[in-house]
């Protein structure tokens, strides 16, 4: 699957988007962490912070580490603070 | 009288320029607060004054109608952010509760003139400047900045009155009495719902402060440990995306989700997002980062117009928030990023709002497509027109002299249904948040006592969570909007900035332990809570007292039925609509 930044995920990770392979949210967010050593203060183990928020395919926002994941799916990792 | 409050306000009848101090009990400051809570408070009792001596209820920009400056007990505090006033009166725009609040110094140096706030009435024989040197107050002829733009007359009378005065301003188009003016100070505007005009309407082209009377803390060793720890979690993630990126990042997030509102709310997705967004900006542009006085946060982008990377962002410059991003972008059909940067820069010289500057020229652009107006120039797409049209909006020239007045009185004149694809509520423009695909907020939009508004109204915090399904609200919502909104409320009266809300664990519990330090009062999370819902409730009795009735709580035609062309799961009926609007009312116990 696809894992699309947004934000300040997006300043960190300093691409816009990475392929990954994981079967659930959790599993995508460690991976996160190991391969973009930026993220870090933003992933705690298999948790986004309060301030960032992960969309699945520009609908549903979940958090639920164990939420599964399909090979489709695209993963919106954003700033979970929209206003301004 | 506590201590960080002065216990009274200073009421100026500027007909004449007389003054009187009016004390404030410790009661009312308890319940109220300060800011947006203190300031709907003296507007209930002097509209409530009016109504007992016979009088009707005075139109916004009447003499009689009172223009309130707020302050807080955290202004002059070493808590990060508290820096800030609010400006509460009955708005031109909606003729309903309006209250608009900036951060910088006129607040500290408004405190220390040793009022909680200013109350004005009246209007001036001839267009002047308020000057309050230390509480003692005058008038001053303004003869010699009539026309100039919000920075010029600031910078101007400084030089006339000396450094040390804090000076609020209006530009040429609060002096026109366009419906959205705003007033300035230092860069910052108190923005929404024509309270620029209200001064406008006053004779008053500023009003010019210093003062030398300070608030006693107290506990002061605890307020200043208090401040030192949000100081330091204000450098933390919880803000890293105003410091780092500035509102505007939103665009593309907004983009990508379908809810970033394109040509007048006919779209949610905008083909020229990325060239416009802050991502693309800084590739191409100069850019610099600034604070608020007494803020660590600093989440102030500012760019340079003309496009040039490296070196000073010299003096063609403009602070770009989303907000004004979206309205004159996205809104208006505009993918140049210099169009948006001058035409926001130009929003900000006239003194005009630019969410309702952007939502009425886009409202005007569709007429125009719908051959409901004659002006052919004004198209979709086109940064010359939108500029053109800014400039006719603070002239008051042309079809300026329409857009003055904002899309929905715009629309009454001309007629046809165009009421219905007009953005606003209560005639406040909306802001950037698709209601169709955000339909928490949408609830938020439609009872927001200013009318359309996210900083009234948080609840697009809860459409960007797992707490609701966005496009499909529930009544499941309605408490979420409440909370959102209640929150917002107590946030406007401490005063303390919405962008550190992230950074509190409990919002609650913390601002009662800022108030404990500040005040002495033995105050509560619960206390606060039932704080804000009292707030809440003195705007909506300012509101009945104005002539609200229920049926002013709705969205526009467009938003409700049909769906988001872009997104076709994105429907709010009408009915549903009415269903939450029914049971925030229920809950509020309305």
Partial sequence: MYVEFLGIPRERAGVSELE???????QLLGTLARQCPALGELIAEDRLHPSIAANLNGDAFVSDPETALSRDDRVLILSADAGG | MPFGYHGCYLRVDVTGGSAERVPLSDAVLRQYIGGSGLGARLLLDEGLRLRSGGGAVADPLSPEAPLVFAFSPLVGSPLTTSAKFAVVSRSPLTGRFNDSLASSGFAIAGKRCGCDALVLVGRA???SVLIIDDGEVRLEPAEDVRGATCQAAEEK???????????????????????????????????????????????????????????????????????????????????????????????LTFNRLGTLPTRNFQSGTFEGAAQISPEQLRVERSRTRASCVACTIGCEHIYSIGKSTGGSIGKSSVRLEYESLFALGSLCGVGDSDAILRASRRCDELGIDT?????????????????????????????????????????????????????????????????????????????????????????????????????????????????????????????????????????????????????FTDFHAEAAGMLQAVTGW????????????????????????????????TLPGRFLDAPLSTDPGAVLTRERLQELVAEYHRQRGW
């Fill in chain 1, 20 to 26: 990954i392979e994981a079967e659930t949210l959790g």
């Fill in chain 2, 125 to 127: 024989p001839s267009l």
């Fill in chain 2, 157 to 251: 009378l400084r030089a006339r009155l000396g450094a040390d005065y804090r000076i609020a301003s209006i530009g040429p188009a609060g002096e026109r009495a366009v419906r959205y003016a705003t007033i300035s100070h230092d860069g910052r505007h108190a923005g929404r719902g024509g309270s620029g005009a209200v001064l406008g309407s006053k004779n008053i082209k500023a009003i010019a402060v210093r003062g030398s009377q300070h608030c006693e803390w107290a506990h002061p060793r605890v307020l200043t440990e208090l401040s030192r720890d949000l100081s330091k979690r204000s450098f933390g993630p919880a803000t890293a995306k105003y410091r780092e990126l500035g509102t505007a990042t939103n665009l």
């Fill in chain 2, 355 to 503: 969410i309702s500057t952007g939502g009425t020229i886009a409202f005007a652009m569709e007429c125009v497509e719908r051959g409901l107006l004659d002006e052919p120039w004004l198209t979709f797409g086109s940064g010359d027109a939108v500029l053109k049209a800014i400039d006719l909006i603070g002239e008051r020239e042309g079809v300026g002299q329409l857009l003055a007045e904002g899309s929905r009185r715009a629309a009454e004149t001309i007629g046809r249904d165009s009421l219905a694809f007009a953005p606003q509520v209560k005639g406040l423009e909306i802001p950037g948040y698709e209601p169709r695909a955000l339909q928490t907020m949408a609830l938020g939009f439609a009872v927001g006592a200013r009318g359309a508004d996210h900083n009234r109204s948080g609840a697009y915090e809860v459409d960007f969570s797992e707490k609701v399904d966005r496009r499909n609200a529930t009544l499941a919502s309605v408490c979420h909007a409440i909370e959102t909104e209640d929150k917002a409320a107590l946030m406007d009266s401490l005063i303390l900035c919405k962008f550190l809300r992230g950074v």
């Fill in chain 2, 522 to 553: 033995d105050v509560t999370a619960d206390e606060l809570r039932e704080t804000a819902r009292r707030i809440v409730a003195t705007k909506r009795q300012v509101n009945l007292l104005a002539g609200w009735t229920a049926e002013e709580d």
